[in-house]
């Protein structure tokens, strides 16, 4: 040690650490006796109070569960339904050896290795006492035998309770979702004792995203209980705060028919209501049973239905993205309007093909002969690549963007469920930060007909469709229409539609030329989709649009019949009517359906017609 | 020279040892009783205390002069490891707070109970006590970090146990009183940001300590029964294995954190008194033991370890209570379970060491 201090200097240090620990000793005092007042308070002075609570307290706490509120659409059709079941619960404390217990049982009814899984998943976050979960879905006969069995079998209890069931399975799987078995993850977000007592939680779709409100507050009660902790009699109830029926916008008729019209071929229609963002259809097809998952969906049949390339686990209405094709020529065309980039009888020579200055290639026009001199309503109505290509060249990709991106496109809708995906509208910044590489003029061109990077999803081609209707104002769409009281059926909220936006500021001549050309498509002379718009007691506007899936080459022709099925086109359409008061506007993608007017038109007709039919007949009738 | 007797050849602390095993003899008559009478439990807590008592015996063997040689080492290796559990700990109830190594999993929170008290003893032992200024913010910042990593966890509880057992050496190394009234400004009015920092489940935790009727399924249940356990329990109690509430599983947890109840209820006033009373008398030794210390190192890592234990105790009674809010902290060495032991233990193996090493040193 370099320099020793003195002796008195030690001393004093000394002396100082020696003074803390008595402080300390004394502070361990004081703090041990305000611990044994606390005990003195409770043994001695209220000692009598706790002795008769204690002799009364042959009284369990136990959850009463709320049951989870209905699901209808907007016609009143079940869409999620409560059903009674029986489940096999045992209680592990209650039981010498679980394992052997299982293992009699397993001779009585059916027990499977995941049955097995599931329980010892279930039991390790379970209460002490509380009835762990073996086989779900008892039937009548394996209720039977477990009730003749009982008295060998001691800690085993059938419980009765409500299971969910969807009984349109199918048709709306993806926008219902479903309810599962609570997992290790939600079950450390859930308030747990709002959950204690529920074994079901919302995994996707409405289910997920209303979860609070079809779920409810559970109730308790207070019981009493014998030296077994058996439930002798219920003293007090505090009743589950009840939950609500949600009733969706969803019009079951019509989704049912969308359903049946893509015929289990991959592809979506979403029919929404142009004055308030209702959706009244969302089809995504193919769609998968959602009562395979409330159980816990068996391991194979889930491998299944992920490896399967028909992807049916996707909700391709939100999360399907798809080059958009023809279908934007209206809004690109408006776009070049309000801008003053074009006038509307000007006319664009289509020879059958374009070429940049200064370059070979040729952009090729669908129709292989050209269209011959066209101005906006006949370039739209006859779906002109060439018109497009020079707007698209004289718009540059800026206003491109700007144009989509103001009718939705390009980015979520904000629909109630989530889950969506943004799809893409490419600008030179996003090829700059994405690929760091500069936009190139030919992109442009490709941009100008729907090709290209450009990705949308369905719900947000009908959104913009909804914009043309609405002549600029974007609505936004949802799900949720009412939510009443389950107990009492009395109506707790009305969705209030959210006020639409002006996102779009142009001239009403300009509408009327884009609404005019997209009558056109269906009603005119050489419209696109003539065939669909023949004979309609309404009238309505519409937009084909064939998105390619492979790259054809210059000197190659694109023959359907040659292709394998997964590299066809895709075939898109969109619509509103009636053109003169918007009532609805659709979307309708067939994925390598081939063309837009041959595959889509006719699906969007058929439930256009069904729709306006079942009005007619409501006001008539 | 004093004849060396036999027990200080073996670095055993007679006095303290005592304590011990009359506290561990109590512990397996209730745990006995609150397992309902589970032999499983009582093979399983011997295999514990086997353990923990050769751990305590090692650790008395270890001079307190190479003690202090490797904590600082030990320090940032328990730091380290409380950061590896941020990434890659195991979850167990809704905490991560264990670290698997091949088939065994520690918790390296319990390594810092003792980590923080002999990292900073060895700081402050450098120079005189009192600490300067400088010294002081150094050792907040020693405290503060492992306390940081365990809140985060999170484990309310242990990153209390922690902070404490480090403040109690700051104490005793002989800070300011004025700088001490300092902290406690600073700590009061920086309530609120923690309670915005804290997790949902432990700020229910304490709004349900302040109205426990307001939440009867969840931990208001536990306060509400343990309660009634504890007072229905009288001057002399219900008796051995006669604790109603015990019995008839109102009583959560009661082989683990709410023991304490149980024993209330069967042995009441009188045993309450008598296990306080070996609990003081083994705190009191500790600080015997400290005063007793000719080294600042040793002094100040004793009382450390000392205090570390009664806030164990503290806390578990109060919160057991009804005075505390529920953090999940065990009754030292009657509550069932083996890693809290293994810590007391060790603690216990320090206080050893630094007596029984004490009179060799000086010759």
């Known amino acids: ?621 | 020279m004093k004849e060396v007797s036999f027990t200080q050849k073996l670095h055993i602390d007679g006095p303290l040892l005592f304590g011990i095993i009359v506290l561990s003899l109590i512990g397996y008559v209730v745990l006995y009783s609150a397992s309902d009478q589970n032999p499983d439990l009582i093979i399983r807590r011997s295999i514990h205390l086997a353990a923990a008592l050769s751990v305590m015996f090692i650790v008395a063997q270890v001079p307190p002069a190479r003690l202090s040689g490797i904590s600082l080492w030990f320090y940032l290796v328990s730091l380290g490891l409380l950061i590896l559990v941020l990434f890659f700990g195991e979850t167990g109830k809704g905490a991560q707070r264990w670290l698997g190594v091949g088939p065994f999993r520690f918790q390296p929170s319990e390594l810092m109970k003792l980590a923080l008290p002999m990292v900073i003893a060895l700081y402050l032992s450098k120079e005189l006590p009192p600490p300067s200024i400088g010294k002081v913010f150094m050792v907040l910042i020693f405290i503060i970090a492992p306390v940081l990593l365990v809140a985060k966890q999170p484990d309310l509880g242990t990153a209390m146990l922690i902070a404490v057992s480090g403040f109690a050496v700051l104490f005793i190394a002989g800070i300011s009183w004025k700088l001490l009234a300092g902290f406690a400004v600073v700590a009061m009015s920086s309530a609120p940001v923690i309670w915005n920092l804290m997790h949902d489940y432990q700020q229910k935790r304490v709004l349900t300590f302040l109205n426990p009727e307001q939440d009867p399924l969840g931990s208001g249940y536990h306060i509400i029964q343990s309660k009634i356990a504890i007072g229905s329990g009288g001057l002399y109690g219900k008796g051995w294995l006669n604790g109603t509430q015990s019995h008839l599983e109102f009583l959560p947890e009661r082989s683990t954190d709410f023991i304490f109840a149980v024993f209330c209820e069967e042995f009441g006033l009188l045993g309450v008194l008598i296990l306080i009373s070996i609990y003081l008398f083994i705190i009191a030794r500790g600080l015997y033991i400290s005063m007793e210390a000719q080294h600042v190192y040793g002094k100040l890592l004793s009382v450390g370890v000392v205090a570390g234990f009664f806030v164990y105790i503290a806390v578990n009674m109060g919160m057991v209570s009804g005075q505390l809010p529920v953090v999940g902290i065990p009754l030292p060495l009657i509550s069932h379970g083996g890693t809290s032991m293994l810590t007391i233990m060790a603690g216990f193996g320090i206080l050893m060491a630094v007596h029984t090493h004490r009179r060799l040193l000086s010759n």
């Open chain 1, 1 to 621: 040690m370099a320099k020793q201090p003195s002796k008195k200097v030690l001393d004093r240090n000394q002396n100082l650490v020696q003074t803390r620990i008595y402080w300390t000793a004394a502070l361990i005092l004081v703090i041990t006796g305000a611990i044994l007042l606390q005990v003195i308070n409770l043994q001695v002075i209220r000692h009598d109070h706790f002795t008769t609570l204690s002799k009364n307290n042959h009284i369990k706490i136990l959850p009463v569960v709320p049951s989870r509120g209905l699901i209808f659409s907007s016609d009143g059709v079940l869409l999620a339904d409560n059903r009674p079941s029986f489940t096999l619960e045992i209680v592990p404390e209650r039981v010498a050896d679980v394992d052997s217990v299982i293992e009699q049982l397993g001779r009585i009814i059916a027990i499977t290795p995941d049955d097995i899984q599931r329980f010892r998943d279930l039991k390790r976050r379970a209460r002490r006492f509380e009835g762990v979960p073996l086989r779900l879905n008892l039937n009548d006969e394996e209720v039977a035998l477990i009730s003749v069995n009982r008295h060998q079998l001691p800690g085993i209890d059938v419980v009765a309770s409500l299971n969910r069931y969807y009984p349109l399975a199918d048709s709306l799987s993806h926008t219902v979702g479903y309810v599962g078995l609570i997992d290790e993850e939600e079950f450390e977000n859930l308030n747990k004792s709002n959950y204690s007592g529920t074994s079901y939680v919302g995994k996707s779709g409405i289910e997920k995203a209303y979860e609070d409100l079809l779920h409810g507050y559970v109730g308790y009660q207070q019981v009493e209980v014998n030296a077994q902790g058996r439930k002798i009699r219920e003293i007090y109830r505090e009743p589950p705060g009840p939950s609500k029926d949600l009733y969706l916008t969803i019009d079951a008729s019509l989704q049912i028919l969308a359903v049946q019209a893509l015929s289990g071929r991959r592809g979506s229609i979403v029919i929404m209501d142009t004055n308030t963002g209702a959706v009244l259809v969302s089809a995504s097809s193919p769609g998968y049973n959602p009562n395979l998952f409330v159980d816990g969906i068996d391991r194979n049949i889930y491998a299944d239905l992920l490896r399967s390339k028909d992807t049916p686990l996707l909700n391709r209405t939100l999360q399907g993205k798809y080059p958009p094709g023809s279908t934007i020529k209206p809004m690109l065309a408006l776009g070049g309007l309000s801008r003053h980039v074009r006038e509307p009888g000007s006319e664009t020579w289509c020879p059958g093909w374009y070429s940049l200055r200064g370059s070979t290639h040729r952009y090729r026009d669908w129709k292989k002969e050209g269209h011959g001199h066209v101005d906006m309503v006949h370039a739209i109505s006859q779906s002109c690549d060439v018109y497009f290509y020079v707007l698209a060249r004289d718009m540059k990709i800026d206003l491109i963007h700007e144009t989509l991106t103001d009718f939705g496109l390009g980015k979520r809708t904000g629909i109630d469920i989530g889950g969506e995906a943004d799809g893409l509208i490419p600008s030179r910044q996003w090829k700059r930060e994405a690929l760091g590489q500069p936009w190139y003029p030919g992109e442009t061109l490709i941009a100008g007909i729907g090709q290209g990077a450009t990705l949308v999803t369905p719900i947000q081609l009908a959104v913009a469709t909804a914009v043309i209707a609405n002549r600029g104002r974007l609505v936004r769409p949802y799900l949720l229409s009412e939510v009443r009281d389950s107990a009492t059926g009395q109506q707790v909220i009305r969705a209030s539609t959210h006020e639409a936006r002006r996102v779009i500021a142009a001239n009403p001549g300009d509408w009327d030329v884009i609404i005019h050309s997209m009558r056109e498509v269906m009603h005119g002379e050489r419209g696109t989709a003539r065939s669909s718009g023949a004979g309609t007691e309404y009238q309505f506007a519409g937009k084909t649009g064939t998105a390619q899936v492979i790259t054809i080459a210059q000197d190659e022709e694109y023959d359907e019949d040659e292709i394998p099925e997964e590299f066809r086109d895709h075939a898109l359409f969109i619509a509103f009517a009636p053109v003169e008061a918007p009532e609805i506007a659709l979307a309708v993608i067939v994925e390598n359906g081939g063309g837009g007017s041959r595959t889509a038109a006719p699906l969007a007709r058929e439930l256009l017609d069904h729709y306006f039919n079942r009005q007619k007949r409501l006001e008539t009738g």
